[in-house]
C-alpha cells in the first residue's frame, strides 16, 4: 500500500509493500490477518503503557518489511508524517 499526498506542498508519505499477512508470525497470525503484538499479549512490553519500553522481535519484524511504519509507540520520530490539514492523498493498493 502506498499513503501519498498529493497537495498542499506536502511530499512525504509513506508506504509498505511487504506481504504482511503472508509472512505474520505465527503467534500473531488471525484469520485474515496479522494480529499487533499488543492485542495479543497485553505486556508493557509490547504495549508501552509506562512510557519506558524499546523496540522488540516483533517490532523489528514490522519494521524491516516496512520501514515508513511506525511500529511501537516510542518508534524513531522518522516514522511519523505530517502533512497541513486539507492535504489530499492518493491511497494506492498492491501497487
Not at 508501552?48 to 523489528?60: H, I, K, Q, V
Not at 511506525?70 to 520520530?77: G, L, M, T, V
Amino acid at each position: 500500500m502506498v499513503f501519498r499526498p498529493n497537495s498542499n506542498g506536502c511530499t512525504r508519505g509513506s508506504s509498505c509493500t511487504a506481504d504482511i499477512n503472508g509472512q505474520c508470525p505465527g503467534e500473531l497470525k488471525a484469520p485474515g490477518g496479522c494480529n499487533n503484538p499488543c492485542t495479543v499479549y497485553k505486556t508493557d512490553q509490547y504495549c508501552c503503557n509506562s512510557g519506558n519500553c524499546g523496540p522488540t522481535d516483533l517490532s523489528r519484524f514490522f519494521k524491516t518489511r516496512c520501514p515508513d511504519a511506525y511500529s511501537y509507540p516510542k518508534d524513531d520520530p522518522t516514522s511519523t508524517v505530517t502533512c497541513p490539514g486539507g492535504t489530499n492523498y492518493d491511497v494506492i493498493f498492491c501497487p
